[in-house]
């Protein structure tokens, strides 16, 4: 099944808004043996929209549109398409009644205001695509042409929508392309450069099965993608599995997952099988370490709670770290974060303790210490270590590597 | 001048890259007032180039294209193009020098791989233009429809020669649109769903000068975008001063700033002005709060630091949170959001403590406090206030939902 997408919205075509909805749905299509052929982009106009939707209709027969769904009067998806489809608008009552049900449950005073019950309008001889992530459904229409699926431009509620709405119905629809499925298996690790990766995989020389190798650098470590075409899904898988077996050796330790796996989840997953509840006690992250471990549902299985400390005082303070310590070490040190770490441990009554303190910068730099260095201890009561990092970026991307240094350091003292 | 940009590469298409050169480019010209109407992604087949090329060129005669230039043989661009306008393609000796000599200096062995000598093939009658930041020149072509200048695919590159290279010549090209330049203006507000501001609006019917307005709702609250036409920058940006001057009343106390201001640097400056060190208790939120406040740059003057009050033990014991309170009105609510801001402030020493607990999902709903339920305190040892929220979407979403609200309510605390 060959296919295009028509993103529609002023922000895409100014630019303020990046658009990552057409590459999500080319993704997820590809992964099933359904190909995007061609991306358009238009603006908020109807003209601009019928003319992009029906090229894409005469070129294929079938199009995905994002966007253009909300109740402001600057959405004109629904009512172009329609009259490209030579179809009236009608008022559905399901959605009305739908829109008025959501407005009711969180409180907010009846009618309903005349700009949310134009999202009850749809063109004639429509099917809707429940949308379970928001208030704009989706529309199906279809006629001798081809069809048009609209979804809505919000990411969340799109991909939502497009996995359990619109997926299943395309699956029903036709054939999957003949050149079969485009898979792809991605190993995450973390602390390691991408050129020693490299120079490791290069030396090992590991057969792949034919799939292509990526390698994606980013704040959480070095993602290694792993693409091939096969004539199934499950031959792709197999192919794919055996390949990442083979790679596995070279990455060693420094690999945590595999595709979306997120490593707070993974420390949180080997607290559980050990029995071991965190704490976490933090400087120059301010609350982002907490914060990635909560993000994680059932997180309150193992993780007890923590200390943001980011003024000397509250180091002092709340945490009891010597002062004199402080003085003779400076905050930014081995000492500085291994007390932190304890302290947090045994003030929560948590078994393990993690410590971060650092310079985010841009301010706060010494020629010893400069913006990017970062102390990190983690320990239990038996055993704590402690390690300064270096890291590379600006105060955000800092930050976010110190973050996932630390859980890097608790996933290895759980595993070692 | 209205254009188009084609973006070009199977990574694009498939959605292992998302575009943000479309974006950028965009982005660059609006502010010249050059506008881009149309835009298209199509893979590395010399079919699919050639065609969106020319529907580009029969609507706009400008066309922009980005990928496709590199060495390897999957780069069709500059061929399929020529082949759209019935040139030859001739090797260009400057080019062939350049790479020759940009390899030599890398200590690379000569003679120049093929496929890199490939790089100085270029259409019949093409000018070059310049890469300063890598191997691939672009290509700038024109016959009687109008014409088209192919940039790299690699952001960084394409950056560089859009700036240096294309924007002088698009300059003297010609008359900038008639229409002048686009500028716009964002008033961020928090608070107040989309639909109730839209009302305000409707009913207020501010003069705007013509600006379009476009609601951008999202975690942080609804942003509402001005964007106008003007012979000058100059010009759109009274005209926009104006227009936002006009829309402020109807936004009221919900409106906190403009364009790209942070809410958490807003409530940093009003501690700073009013002398207020805060300090922050988080259930729900992990740490976010704390986060979002100490990404700021100079948080460190009015931010002490925080608790992590994850589990109802970490309440008890670092926040001296009473265990009957937590026992008789459960941990989220008015009383134990009140005990945790007190205690938050006492305990480091702050004038100002803030306390979040909530369910953010997707387990711990109950019927009387389900998911999205949230209780938010914020005060002085004088004045303490409290709130309900009930937030909508995922568990990230109520979480970062739940923090702006935590830091919208010290907003109000301070200014009131």
Wanted: aromatic share 4%.
């Amino acid at each position: 099944m060959l296919l295009e997408v028509v993103t529609i919205g002023d922000e895409l075509l100014l630019g303020f808004t990046v658009d990552t909805n057409a590459a999500y749905i080319s993704k997820v299509l590809a992964a099933e043996g359904m190909e995007v052929v061609r991306k358009t982009t238009v603006g908020d106009s109807a003209d601009a929209i019928a003319s992009a939707v029906g090229d894409a209709l005469t070129r294929t027969g079938a199009v995905i549109t994002t966007g253009g769904l909300g109740p402001t009067s600057d959405d004109a998806t629904k009512s172009s398409i329609a009259s490209l489809m030579g179809r009236e608008m009608r008022e559905d009552p399901g959605i009305l009644a739908a829109l008025g049900e959501r407005w009711r449950s969180r409180g907010l005073p009846m009618p309903l205001p005349l700009s949310n019950a134009n999202q009850a309008q749809v063109p004639d001889g429509a099917e809707i695509l429940i949308n379970d992530f928001g208030t704009a459904p989706g529309i199906w229409i279809q006629d001798g042409r081809g069809w048009v699926a609209m979804l809505p431009g919000v990411p969340r509620e799109m991909r939502g929508m497009l996995v359990s709405g619109l997926l299943p119905r395309l699956r029903k629809l036709g054939s999957p392309d003949s050149r079969g499925v485009i898979r792809s298996l991605t190993l995450r690790t973390t602390g390691i450069p991408e050129s020693a990766i490299a120079d490791r995989i290069e030396a090992a020389k590991p057969v792949l099965n034919g799939a292509s190798l990526a390698y994606l650098p980013g704040v959480e470590g070095v993602d290694l993608r792993l693409t091939l075409h096969a004539r199934s899904a499950g031959h792709a898988d197999e192919l794919l599995s055996d390949a990442a077996a083979k790679l596995r050796p070279t990455l060693g330790s420094y690999m945590y997952g595999e595709d979306d796996s997120d490593l707070a989840a993974i420390v949180l997953d080997l607290c559980r099988t050990r029995k071991a509840r965190l704490a976490t006690a933090e400087s120059c992250t301010g609350g982002m370490l907490g914060s990635r471990i909560t993000a994680v549902p059932g997180s309150s299985d193992c993780y007890v709670g923590g200390m943001v400390l980011y003024a000397n005082s509250a180091k002092i303070q709340l945490a009891g770290v010597p002062e004199s310590l402080v003085r003779m070490n400076g905050a930014v040190s081995e000492q500085v974060a291994t007390a932190m770490a304890g302290s947090v441990r045994d003030g929560l009554g948590a078994d393990l303790g993690v410590g971060v303190t650092g310079v985010a910068g841009p301010g706060g730099g010494t020629p010893e210490k400069p913006v990017g260095t970062v102390w990190i201890a983690s320990g239990t009561s038996e055993r704590m270590e402690a390690r300064s990092f270096r890291f590379p970026g600006d105060r955000e991307e800092i930050r976010q590597r110190a973050t996932q240094a630390a859980l890097d350091m608790v996933r290895q003292l759980l595993t070692s």
